[in-house]
């Protein structure tokens, strides 16, 4: 069974910067898309970024675009999420989530982790 575990969230200032991790165990494929969500209360959660196993190709979502990256950690089947410049508006609970598709539609992806927090607050 697919398990994602989600870190690297917390308190930063406005124009800060965080890495999120995001860990797999457990595929079943070699080729899968990896990507990141955020939800922030009372609102629908979002795609943010996206990776293809494959190729390593990306997406971004026009929000952040330029300033976050999403990339291949050091350890195997690690993900990071750096994000650079950070705003108040980004602050919401981070997911990670595997599916087929190099999307940024949450509907497209099945497997998720449990969330971590990132607060963009002075």
């Known amino acids: 069974q697919l398990q994602l575990v989600e870190s690297g969230g917390g308190l930063v200032q406005p124009g800060g910067s965080l890495r999120l991790s995001c860990t797999g165990s457990g595929f079943d494929s070699d080729y899968y898309a990896l990507g990141w969500f955020r939800q922030a209360p009372g609102k629908e959660r979002e795609g943010v970024a996206c990776?293809?196993?494959?190729?390593?190709?990306?997406r971004y979502s026009d929000s952040v675009k330029g300033r976050f990256t999403i990339l291949r950690g050091s350890a195997k089947n690690t993900w990071w999420l750096q994000m650079n410049s950070l705003k108040s508006e980004d602050t919401g609970t981070y997911y990670c989530?595997?599916?087929?598709?190099?999307?940024?539609?949450?509907?497209?992806?099945?497997?998720w982790g449990q969330g971590t927090q990132v607060t963009v607050s002075s």
């Open positions: 989530a595997s599916g087929y598709w190099r999307v940024l539609d949450p509907q497209q992806y099945d497997d």
């Open positions: 990776i293809s196993s494959g190729d390593d190709s990306t």
